[in-house]
């Protein structure tokens, strides 16, 4: 993905952007996993309802 951005722009800055991007986004993902397994269940569970 950073090899096909840097061919497309020519420039090495929107690769390092990109990473940096995905990596907080998986860090934030990492930080609220909990809070965020809780949500999906109670979604379910709402879903589901009979």
């Not at 090899?3 to 907080?24: D, E, G």
Request: net charge positive.
């Amino acid at each position: 993905m950073f090899a096909f951005l840097y061919y497309k722009t020519k420039r090495l800055l929107t690769s390092i952007i990109a990473h940096m991007l995905l990596n907080s986004f998986v860090t934030i993902i990492q930080i609220f996993y909990d809070d965020l397994m809780r949500i999906m269940k109670e979604v379910q569970m709402i879903t589901f309802l009979p």
